[in-house]
């Protein structure tokens, strides 16, 4: 294992763990500092995770929401980008060890540890489920999941059999918050807009489209009034809404759900899952090393500062921290980054005297289908077109970079609005039949050797 | 197996297989015929090869190459699309066998076949080496590639060792046709021009790229002047051209190359391979089933309306097939695609006297990095940023839809001239990491599990 490669420059040492909303505004605020920054990162990218769901049902491609990373701080000259994974933390001799992608493992040496590893999709510890629900924090999960929704409509095409045909064209998706809104209101979008004209035996408009939640209403944080907007709206897209409804059971072919009715199996192809997160392992590891609590979904919990207890020189940020009842979406993890950039540059200067973080809630907005959103700030609330029109100023205003911003925006006017089409809807070949494997795994594909209709020679 | 599913409308109906530049221009040309059109491909989409290459180099996005296929058939009322991959033709019953993506399988009745099925690269019989030199004919393909070009950067940036950072930083492109001279001309813009500023242990413009070609010449087609043009360009950029040069060997760290010099071993990470083609195995069943010859790429010999031998209701077209020499580009597909979907509209006439298909020599062209080409067309030659212009105004047009012709319009603008930045440099943590399983696989990584720093309870 090599240690620190290169020859210190005598600089304090400031190592990021990950390249998401806090990593990156932590390393954005140190810019000009009298520091060496490392940030690590297991892909080599900032993901913007809010249009994730964008990528996932064929309207984004993925490089306008995943700049590099190495672009995005290219301009700061103390700062150092390494693609690995952390697999360790030594928080006496102030090490973190990783392995790069060609297996080889460093150790990088800091003064100020800042993690903002983030959160992955939980599924309460049924993890058999994820084979059936895929979940959306990765690029990787929007494509997998692009290629699940896109081929639903292609087998239930070149089915005849109506129940099979009815299981192709039924989709579940199971949690109501933001996310799970935007995704639902995206296939609804699909199905009833978008592919009706490309197929022949079908009609997508008829699928059958579901939100569960558990919770009495969608949009959890958001007030009644526009959560009854919400449900009124994916209802009117055609969307069934049903909260206080957990599922119960999955499989391949179906979700079980349970509500103030009991218990009912639905035959469903394509279940999307948007109810529960995880907080990154590095959360345990840091509980374990400074006895900090963590709550249910594996968030360590922060002093007012973002520091760890007994330890000064590490912070935690982001998703995989539990603050004052934070919500998981970008603004916490962005405004802690920004404030622990500016408690490390203040101690720089000899000040240890820095406020606790403040939260300055923004406010909150989700979209729903097209061309609606809801969205409330500063005890105002928005519906309808202009809701979507600020959720868009917003979002693409966020987006790093002038050529994505652009591309956005050029995108957006071309799939949502002008040619009822989706530009990128991508199956590939792997994935295609990637499935088809599945399905083989789960042993109920027709017996196909005997059936082949062969080359007959001459 | 079903067969046939829906009832059957009584009109001749026309199989096409597969979804390229031959298949789709068959299928349009009878957009107004009274047939019954099934388009058969294993992925859902209409791919834009010609332009491939700037996905695996970071520059387009996938979707603006790759239309859905259903959508570029849309307006036809005639015509159904089925994903699926065609495993078994019956040339005496007229059906076609196929298994669909969820296993089940199908045969699918024709009055008239149409073969499209183009080519995939092929490595001469050592198809061991797919596994260092990837090739590039799908969109799984170019993602790979792009991962694997990305990945060298990162690894030399993580390395200390000059000897894994020299080989780190080798690129080795197999093959000077077109594809050849545009990917290797990519990779020289990426090291030389836009990552520079993004990397800060290593200077990747001192990056090694070869180009390897068995022949004298680079650009075999073209005449001496564009050849040595083309040649002169690539040296001016930085790229080492060996030509008369034959790999010999290689394996995951090097190459071993034979010229007029000897054998030389040369120390390289990624390897692209732009050399050999192969017809779809499809070719081989058909030659199986008629008698007619196949070429050494196993392409087979059509008749000259492109039909086969004794079945003038079976017509063959595109990259699988050898016709007067043709190569395997574009323009010999969609030349071949609408005569033989004039042939079929004149059949429905009565008429079965068409002439033999004739090719009309539009030209050709390459690019050469970022702002020079060369090209000629009837007669005349064209070089630097003239031919430039020409390729890019032909290329756009090509395309499907003004959706796409404009995105890719606005991302080369964006891309290549304007911000000194790939828009879509992806590395997503899978690929990463399938590095990684795949250099353990090779025993090459160092003993990670004893080396790791643990976290250390307090």
């Not at 962005?334 to 203040?346: C, D, P, S």
Request: glycine fraction near 10%.
């Amino acid at each position: 294992m090599q240690v620190n490669s290169e020859a210190h420059s005598g600089r304090p040492r400031v190592v990021v763990i990950g390249g998401g909303f806090g990593g990156v505004n932590v390393t954005r605020q140190l810019a000009k500092a009298d520091v060496d920054i490392t940030i690590v990162d297991r892909t080599n990218h900032h993901l913007f995770q809010p249009l994730l769901y964008q990528v996932a049902t064929g309207i984004m491609p993925e490089g306008l929401i995943a700049p590099a990373l190495r672009r995005v701080v290219r301009g700061q000259a103390n700062t150092k980008v390494v693609l690995g994974e952390v697999t360790g933390l030594d928080l006496e001799t102030h090490q973190v060890a990783v392995v790069a992608p060609n297996g080889a493992t460093m150790a990088l040496p800091y003064d100020t540890l800042v993690v903002a590893a983030g959160a992955t999709h939980a599924y309460f510890g049924r993890d058999e489920w994820a084979a059936y629900a895929p979940g959306m924090k990765t690029l990787e999960d929007a494509r997998h999941l692009r290629n699940q929704i896109l081929s639903a409509f292609e087998l239930a095409e070149l089915t005849t059999d109506p129940e099979e045909r009815a299981k192709d064209l039924t989709f579940v998706v199971i949690g109501a918050g933001p996310t799970g809104v935007e995704v639902v209101g995206q296939i609804a979008e699909l199905a009833h807009r978008v592919l009706p004209p490309d197929y022949r035996d079908i009609d997508t408009s008829k699928a059958r489209i579901l939100l569960v939640e558990a919770a009495p209403a969608v949009l959890g944080p958001f007030d009644k009034k526009l959560q009854r907007y919400t449900q009124d709206r994916l209802e009117r897209m055609g969307v069934e809404v049903r909260c206080n409804t957990m599922a119960v059971a999955m499989d391949d072919d179906s979700i079980t759900v349970k509500g103030s009715e009991g218990e009912e199996r639905i035959p469903a192809r394509t279940k999307v899952w948007a109810a529960g997160v995880q907080a990154s392992p590095l959360a345990g590891l840091l509980a374990t090393a400074t006895g900090a609590e963590t709550d249910r979904a594996g968030r360590i919990s922060v002093e007012p500062d973002c520091t760890l207890p007994g330890h000064p020189e590490v912070f935690a940020i982001g998703d995989m921290v539990s603050l004052n009842g934070l919500p998981g979406v970008a603004q916490p993890a962005i405004q802690e980054g920004k404030y622990v950039g500016k408690v490390i540059r203040a101690r720089l200067d000899g000040d240890t005297s820095v406020a606790p973080f403040k939260y300055f809630d923004k406010g909150s907005m989700a979209t729903i289908g097209r061309t609606h959103a809801v969205a409330h700030s500063g005890g105002m609330r928005f519906t309808g077109l202009p809701a979507y029109a600020m959720w868009a100023f917003i979002h693409v205003l966020y987006l790093i970079g002038w050529g994505n911003r652009l591309g956005t925006l050029y995108t957006w006017g071309r799939s949502l609005w002008f040619t009822k089409n989706r530009a990128h809807r991508i199956i590939t070949r792997d994935q295609a039949y990637a499935e088809m494997r599945r399905e083989q795994r789960a042993g109920r594909q027709d017996s196909t050797a005997d059936s082949r209709v062969s080359a007959v020679p001459d």
